[in-house]
């Protein structure tokens, strides 16, 4: 038998059912997600996405091994630029932080806010800790590098090969928004 786990936005709404495990957790401290996070945050009933370290925690997960349960109809991906690789999806009933996709990625980063308190799966790596200026040192709990990690690739290419390198495409119901459209 297979190990799931449900969760869900704020409001239950939106929620997911994730088959098996995650591949990697992951504190990413790129100033792409701080941007995003920062922008993100400003919604109404927004949870927070970014630590009190300055990085955000992440889940990742095979594409097939993530269910849309329900609430598919309710996402809205912000792109930082019209051209980013990156979109940042959101639950529009209760702006819950849902996923971060890569385009033409096999993955999906969910956010560890998805996850009631002291049930996320603790990160297993930091990453782009080089993109942290002016923020105060980070403590050496867990391993970090400057830039993603070899540990971190290597998990990315095992998953892919696992799904027999396909990348499943989420199509959502809504164009995509500008993140400085928020602040408009």
Same mark, same amino acid.
């Given at each position: 038998? @297979? ?14 059912t ?10 990413? *401290? ?6 995003a ?6 919604l ?12 955000? *925690? /992440? ?5 097939d ?5 329900? =609430? ?11 051209? @980013?690789?990156t ?14 996709? /890569?385009?033409? &990625? *096999?993955?999906? @980063? +969910? ?28 403590? #050496? ?16 290419? &095992?998953?892919?090969?696992?799904? =027999? /390198? ?5 199509? +959502?119901? *809504?164009? #995509?928004?500008?993140? @400085?459209?928020?602040?408009?």
């Amino acid at each position: 038998m @297979s190990e799931t786990t449900e969760i869900s936005c704020g409001c239950g709404k939106a929620a997911l059912t994730l088959h098996q495990g995650p591949f990697i957790a992951t504190e990413c *401290h790129c100033t792409s997600c701080r941007t995003a996070g920062e922008a993100l945050a400003e919604l109404p009933l927004a949870r927070p996405m970014i630590g009190q370290n300055g990085g955000t *925690h /992440f889940v990742l997960y095979r594409k097939d091994r993530v269910t849309f349960s329900k =609430g598919l109809d309710v996402l809205v991906a912000y792109r930082i630029k019209p051209d @980013s690789p990156t979109r940042r999806v959101v639950a529009s009933c209760c702006n819950t932080p849902i996923f971060l996709e /890569f385009q033409n &990625g *096999h993955w999906l @980063s +969910l956010y560890g806010s998805l996850w009631p308190d002291g049930a996320v799966p603790p990160a297993d790596l930091r990453t782009v800790v080089a993109d942290r200026e002016g923020l105060p040192p980070l403590d #050496d709990a867990i391993p970090a590098g400057k830039l993603q990690t070899a540990r971190f690739y290597a998990r990315l290419l &095992g998953a892919w090969i696992a799904m =027999g /390198f396909k990348s499943p495409t989420i199509e +959502l119901s *809504h164009p #995509d928004r500008a993140i @400085s459209d928020i602040a408009a």
